[in-house]
């Protein structure tokens, strides 16, 4: 496995790979829902390509930059041991990704307009910016997206469609701890009693999907089961719980299935995003 941190080099070794590539793009510090990612990649393509940057201008608030954890050593020794198919990682310094007088953006309308996009002004902007970067960089067949991220998803399955690019976007289902947990690189900035509350919003998550499954449909009876559930506990500050349409991420009145139960909390501190499919038939 080689490690590139430029794109010259990351350009050198691309083009020594034939067959199939697929790209990972992370932020680094991994854990296994990421790697559950890589060995979906792995699956798809010949050789799976992993990006590992944190991408400063998808923050909004730079004490989140700041707090964000990172170990490129550690990542390279998790990704060596998931497999031979993981050719490269391409962990590329600030200035090759902004070199000076980097002036452009890329931008999906509508559906940054919601949600996350109303919570973190910019963030998609700064998501869809770096991954066009890397996807222009990298030339892969398949780019591999988590639904813990659902709305980051749908922005840029929109932005390939919009913009004709020659990817295929592999969404990966999102993965827990054993407790419910979603599992996020931010998680280890939980204390412990912050760790203990957190497990609260994948709970209310899975209330509102049994009222669902009980007959429920008003969307204000969802959201309620959810607001009560999270309003009694002082760590947790809920910033939005939304049922949103799968494709649009319109919010709705009625639900039906496949609709999005989506939310975003601060919990001790730390900002925690979680999310689940409207679905009869489903387990949690
Ligand atoms: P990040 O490093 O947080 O930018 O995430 C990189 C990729 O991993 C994104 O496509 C995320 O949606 C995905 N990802 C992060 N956490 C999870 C998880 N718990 N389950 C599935 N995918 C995840």
Request: net charge negative.
């Amino acid at each position: 496995m080689l490690v590139c941190n430029t794109l010259k080099s990351l350009r050198e070794a691309r083009a020594e790979l034939s067959g199939t590539i697929a790209l990972v793009p992370t932020m680094g510090y991994l854990h296994e829902g990421h790697l559950s990612l890589v060995r979906l990649a792995s699956e798809k393509a010949d050789h799976v390509i992993v990006s590992i940057f944190v991408n400063p201008i998808q923050f909004n608030n730079q004490d989140d930059l700041a707090k964000y954890p990172r170990d490129l050593d550690r990542d390279i020794e998790l990704l060596e041991q998931c497999g031979t198919k993981v050719a490269l990682v391409f962990a590329p310094t600030l200035f090759d990704m902004y070199p000076p007088g980097f002036q452009t953006s890329v931008e999906v309308s509508g559906l940054n307009s919601v949600l996350e996009g109303i919570h973190r002004p910019g963030h998609f902007k700064g998501v869809t910016t770096v991954v066009t970067l890397l996807l222009n960089m990298v030339q892969p067949h398949y780019a591999v997206f988590g639904e813990k991220d659902f709305q980051q998803l749908r922005v840029i399955e929109q932005m390939v469609s919009d913009l004709r690019m020659s990817v295929e976007i592999v969404r990966a289902p999102l993965m827990r701890e054993k407790d419910g947990l979603a599992m996020s690189s931010r998680n280890v900035n939980l204390a412990p009693e912050a760790r203990e509350a957190s497990l609260k919003l994948s709970a209310a998550l899975n209330d509102a999907l049994s009222l669902y499954r009980t007959g429920e449909r008003m969307v204000s009876e969802l959201k309620r089961v959810v607001e009560e559930r999270l309003a009694e506990d002082p760590l947790i500050q809920l910033e939005y719980i939304e049922v949103a349409d799968g494709v649009s991420l319109e919010s709705i009145v009625s639900a039906k299935e496949n609709d999005r139960l989506l939310l975003a909390a601060m919990v001790g501190g730390v900002r925690l995003i979680d999310n689940i499919a409207l679905h009869i038939e489903r387990d949690f």
